[in-house]
């Protein structure tokens, strides 16, 4: 398991974990009746449940004295007797163990409101304070799922879902079949739209009757915490927000030194002496890049003493040197050799050339390692399993940066980022995979490109999958084909298991139309562009942001290369395409007021869209192969005729309603609300709303860039 999976597994459990993913424990209670002002604890029984799985062999069954007797009529039901309990410890000796059992783990019961409630008697006799975890009621999960069932005990639930019906009424027992009910449940829950902690928790929320019947009975509130807002990106903002707008480039060592292959220790050492650097690197007889540092040479030191000095550099050096792109943000860097246990890394080019060092003297802002992990993390994923656990502190490292103050842009850009690691990560897993099931590699080259906000570098946290596969042309398309559409599935549900969902638009290399041999993308793109129907423009809008995150870099290159001529030189295409970015449907009103619906505004259709469709068109008319929209807008600022300051205005305003997107969105995931480019501006403070006002009124500006009429 990964540093970062060891760290937030199960203790730091985000509002945002999905429940296909969630660790838990699973907690059941035999008592001496069923008054929760009277009766004892006289058995607690739990299982773990971890990412989806019951596992038994860690279980908890214990026996408890109550310090009273056990009447006849509960000995009949649970069969425990005063002389099976006589022997074991008071609550007030037993306490320790179950805590450090629970741990920080969510804790799953069936009506665990009365557990709840006899638990925190227990508490208040031994005189002792217990901090309750965060709870769910798999028995509420049923009444949302089967609103219909005649009861809702846990034989007629087991029944309901064909789960054999065993042990019951012992407490373990009881908690294994909960176990087993919830991991049932989950699937069933994602089909109605219900992925996370915080969703199921609204929707459980919201069964008022239930809640009253249960309060009038002495049971305990079980969503209400004893912290209710959510502190698990208190984690991540341990560190600082450097790492997170920042990137390689900004702080390697240019010019990095070499010494000739045949150069000797003290030759390299003396190098390092008069340059003040701690390495330096070598190449090798087999084309790689090696790499000497100071600690190397004192480990040859120590082992070979004055003899060390005289060694040859190649056959002692490191080979490969690891290495990381001049684009990557710190953090991957940290991740990378937090990881490997290394204090430098290589910094190549996009053509794979060393450009420069990044030490670990560099990153010296580095505070915490938690959440610089989690790129490295998904990178190492070792089953597609892993990456949903993974993923699902994304949300927890953009809390921590909104509450950092740390530009949207950047977030949005960070989110990008392992988006894309994501995706990657989930090719390389199901290649493997495909491997092992005798289906063979790839049968030519491929890329895979991920489209849309990803492929911009302006994700958010209501993403959903966009991606497209193009391979080579070979000797059997149809045959390649097969094999990639098996790869694009794969794929596609390992992102859709990990928190990113399947795209509704069917913008997926799962599906022919977004995965094709390259011959075939470029007879798309050509129709694309010339017959010019709706569906076609909305196609290449979202294509002309593709970046390659897999495979062949140079395939995806060659057909994005293609497309910006085809495109620039098609002047019905970009007027269409100009016309319908500045198609600006405005969510201010008459007087420059929020038009709402439901109390929230879509600030995409009349917000960032335009200012990202205009970047977009502005950027295939002059072929500019810039993927970001501020990038774009900093592209055409002096080739197109404008007014003063209106690519300022833009750039700024789509920051302005990218942060108030992300600000909702982190609001609408601790609540257990859907997410969604909809935002509430009355939960904005009055300074936020008045610059949101001016970003959307900014907008209206696009059509005076594309030089379309308003």
């Known amino acids: 398991m990964s540093q970062l999976s060891q760290q937030h597994d199960p203790g730091e459990i985000s509002s945002g974990t999905p429940l296909r993913a969630l660790s838990a424990v699973c907690l059941d209670t035999e008592t001496t009746g069923l008054d929760t002002k009277r009766d004892r604890l006289i058995q607690v029984g739990g299982v773990r449940i971890h990412r989806g799985e019951i596992v038994t062999a860690d279980a908890l069954d214990a026996l408890v004295n109550p310090a009273q007797p056990i009447p006849e009529s509960s000995t009949r039901i649970h069969g425990l007797t005063d002389e099976m309990v006589r022997d074991a410890p008071q609550f007030s000796q037993y306490h320790q163990t179950l805590e450090a059992w629970i741990g920080n783990a969510v804790l799953l019961g069936y009506s665990i409101g009365f557990d709840l409630a006899i638990l925190e008697r227990e508490y208040a006799l031994a005189d002792l304070e217990w901090s309750r975890p965060r709870t769910l009621d798999v028995r509420h999960m049923v009444r949302i799922l089967s609103p219909q069932l005649p009861d809702y005990s846990l034989d007629t639930v087991a029944s309901w879902l064909k789960i054999e019906s065993r042990d019951r009424h012992n407490a373990l027992g009881d908690a294994i079949m909960t176990a087993r009910v919830f991991t049932a449940l989950v699937p069933m829950l994602r089909e109605q739209g219900v992925r996370t902690v915080a969703e199921i928790e609204r929707l459980c929320r919201d069964l008022d009757a239930e809640g009253i019947s249960e309060a009038a009975a002495g049971w305990v509130d079980f969503l209400r915490s004893d912290s209710r807002e959510d502190q698990s990106h208190l984690a991540f903002a341990r560190i600082d927000s450097y790492p997170y707008r920042h990137r390689v480039r900004d702080v390697m060592s240019s010019d990095p030194v070499y010494v000739a292959p045949d150069a000797d220790v003290s030759a390299a050492l003396s190098v390092m002496m008069e340059r003040q650097i701690s390495s330096v690197l070598v190449a090798g007889d087999n084309g790689q890049t090696g790499i000497l540092t100071e600690r190397d040479v004192l480990r040859l030191i120590d082992l070979h003493r004055e003899k060390a000095l005289a060694l040859p550099v190649v056959e002692h050096a490191n080979f490969p040197l690891l290495s990381i792109a001049e684009g990557a943000f710190l953090y991957r860097a940290m991740g990378r050799m937090t990881r490997n246990s290394i204090r430098h890394l290589g910094v190549v080019d996009r053509h794979g050339r060393v450009t420069g060092m990044v030490t670990s003297r560099n990153l010296l802002r580095q505070r915490s390692e938690d959440a610089v992990n989690l790129g490295d993390a998904i990178d190492h994923a070792e089953k597609r399993e892993d990456l949903g656990i993974i993923w699902a502190n994304i949300a927890m490292v953009a809390r921590a940066l909104d509450y950092e103050e740390v530009d949207a842009r950047d977030t949005a850009a960070v989110i990008s980022r392992e988006l894309r690691a994501l995706t990657r990560r989930s090719c390389e897993i199901a290649e493997r995979e495909m491997a092992s099931e005798g289906k063979g590699g790839p049968p030519v080259p491929y890329a895979m490109m991920v489209l849309g906000s990803g492929g911009r570098g302006e994700s958010l946290l209501a993403m959903d999958q966009d991606n497209a596969i193009v391979y080579a042309d070979g000797d059997d398309n149809a045959a390649n084909d097969a ?228």
């Open 483 to 710: 094999w990639f559409a098996d790869l694009g599935t794969r794929v596609s549900g390992y992102l859709d298991d990990a928190g990113v969902p399947y795209c509704k638009g069917g913008i997926m290399g799962m599906n022919a139309e977004w995965r094709m041999p390259l011959s075939a993308w470029k007879e798309s793109v050509q129709t694309w562009v010339t017959r010019t129907s709706p569906e076609d423009i909305l196609k290449t809008d979202i294509f002309y942001d593709a970046t390659c995150v897999h495979g062949d870099y140079g395939l995806m290159r060659e057909l994005t290369d293609y497309a910006l001529e085809v495109g620039a030189a098609e002047k019905q295409y970009l007027h269409l395409l100009s016309v319908n970015a500045a198609d600006v449907k405005s969510p201010l009103g008459l007087f420059g007021r929020f038009q709402l619906t439901d109390g929230r505004m879509d600030v995409k259709m009349g917000g960032i869209l335009p200012i990202f469709s205009a970047a977009r068109v502005q950027a295939i008319r002059h072929r500019i192969a810039v993927r970001s929209t501020p990038g774009r807008l900093e592209s055409v600022r002096d080739l197109v005729d404008c007014r003063e300051n209106l690519v300022e205005n833009l750039i700024e305003a789509h920051r302005i309603i990218l942060s108030a997107i992300l600000s909702q969105q982190i609001h609408d995931l601790d609540h257990g609300i859907t997410l969604s480019n909809r935002i509430a501006p009355d939960l904005l403070p009055a300074a936020d709303r008045a610059s949101l006002k001016w970003a959307l009124e900014q907008v209206r500006s696009v059509t005076d860039l594309l030089g379309v009429p308003a």
